[in-house]
């Protein structure tokens, strides 16, 4: 039986997944309509699902578009979602390195930080949501409204109820990959996790 992903706020299914996913069962969960989703919803109601459906939640670049009292009500509602051997897998901005390498550059906000298939993204841009994809839709919901560093992250997935936690970081991105129990054989191969 093949695996049920559930990618919260991935904006559309052209946007590819880490090649750790080929051949799982892919649902796209967005706010926004224009991205076509397989279910139409704001992550932070999760909870009005159905319980325990999924494998896994590949959350990338989303989490930070909530208020930083919100996270954990999204949280709930991956564990909500999620089978009990779930997980889930979450990347945001490592905002700990963007201020680092801004001040060792001496950037300042509107200044380019890196190049990106988007064009060139600013501090700014980092920091509060891509200008221009905020100005030319029209919708907050592109904004950042928070922001993590891995010790920050690794507190509010440890709160939401994830038992085994591996975070690394690295490109100015924290991954993290948040386990409801503890994660198999077959999922720590394909990760290469260490033993738990």
Known sequence: MRKKLLNVGGGSKQIGLPPQYA?????????DPAGEPDVLCD?????????????????????????RHEVPRVLAGFMHVLKPD???HIR???????????????LDLEDVLYESPAGPIMVLDVMYGLGSQIERSGVDFYAHKTGFTRKSLLKLLREAGFTNVFC???NLEITALAFKGTPDAQTRALFSLPPV
Do not use: W
């Open 168 to 170: 690394g970081t690295g």
């Open 23 to 31: 051949g799982v069962e892919h649902l796209l969960l967005d706010i």
């Open 86 to 88: 779930g997980y889930a």
């Open 43 to 67: 992550a932070r109601e999760l909870g009005t699902l159905e319980p325990a459906q999924f494998d896994v939640i590949y959350c990338s670049h989303n989490l930070e578009h909530y208020h």
């Open 92 to 106: 945001v901005p490592d905002m700990q390195a963007v201020m680092q390498l801004a001040v060792e550059r001496k």
